[in-house]
């Protein structure tokens, strides 16, 4: 069981560039979901999915683009690359019930310059 | 929305002494809160999580945690600190379906 795979593990980017970082689960978790952190402000939630066909906007969702047509794989596109977006992304994943933990990736540092 | 405010950026502790990290919730029903812990370069791992079942809740590594109605406090702690609890600390609430996620502390061990 690998659990949630994140790749890359680092990323630099000029901007303007795109690029697409990849999740993908082993556990049959139905909800998957993309945090941003950055110093001081703990994790924030870009976008989220509860299932294959579904997704929504989490708080931060600007400049940020996501599809889920597997229940394995969720991953998150940067469309056109902003400083403002350099960050360490994690993918997260849970069970069907809302009150179960949540599985994190080891995450993908970006940095845009 | 639910959410959660923890109290102080950073704590360093002596071994062996009690580490107390600071959480604050506020919610409009019964909550679900959790606290996770971040080792370096390492994503996040449940330490615990409190349902309603009990008030005092234990996790991995000796740490528990306190839920607190009357205070709206989920404060951890572990009355002796290790070296390898090092790390940062964050507590979560449940917001509708979704983990909205505190500012995080930073703990730091001194020998």
């Known amino acids: 069981n690998a659990g949630v795979t994140q790749t890359p593990k680092f990323q630099v980017l000029k901007t303007g560039q795109s690029m697409t970082l990849q999740c993908a689960q082993d556990?049959?978790?139905?909800?998957m979901s993309w945090y941003r952190q950055d110093p001081g402000m703990g994790l924030r939630l870009i976008h989220y999915?509860?299932?294959?066909?579904?997704?929504d906007q989490g708080e931060v969702p600007n400049g940020y683009n996501v599809s889920r047509s597997t229940t394995e794989d969720f991953p998150l596109r940067l469309l056109s690359a902003a400083p403002s977006q350099t960050s360490v992304y994690f993918c997260?994943?849970?069970?069907?019930?809302?009150?179960?933990?949540?599985?994190f990736g080891n995450g993908t540092r970006l940095t845009v310059t | 929305a639910q959410s959660v405010t923890q109290l102080g950026s950073h704590v360093s502790v002596s071994e062996g002494a009690l580490v107390l990290l600071r959480c604050n919730y506020s919610?409009?029903?019964?909550?679900?809160l959790f606290w996770y812990v971040q080792y370096p370069n390492q994503g996040l791992q449940l330490l615990l999580k409190?349902?309603?079942?009990?008030?005092l809740v234990k996790g991995i590594n000796g740490f528990e945690a306190e839920f607190k109605k009357s205070e709206t406090s989920f404060h951890l702690t572990k009355p002796s600190a290790h070296m390898s609890d090092a790390a940062e600390y964050f507590c979560?609430?449940?917001?509708?379906?979704?983990?909205?996620f505190g500012a995080g502390t930073t703990v730091t061990v001194r020998a």
């Open positions: 997260a994943s849970r069970g069907q019930a809302n009150n179960s933990p949540l599985h």
């Open positions: 556990m049959n978790h139905e909800y």
């Open positions: 999915s509860v299932g294959a066909g579904i997704t």
């Open positions: 919610s409009s029903v019964p909550p679900y």
């Open positions: 409190y349902t309603s079942a009990a008030t």
């Open positions: 979560a609430i449940l917001n509708d379906y979704k983990l909205s």
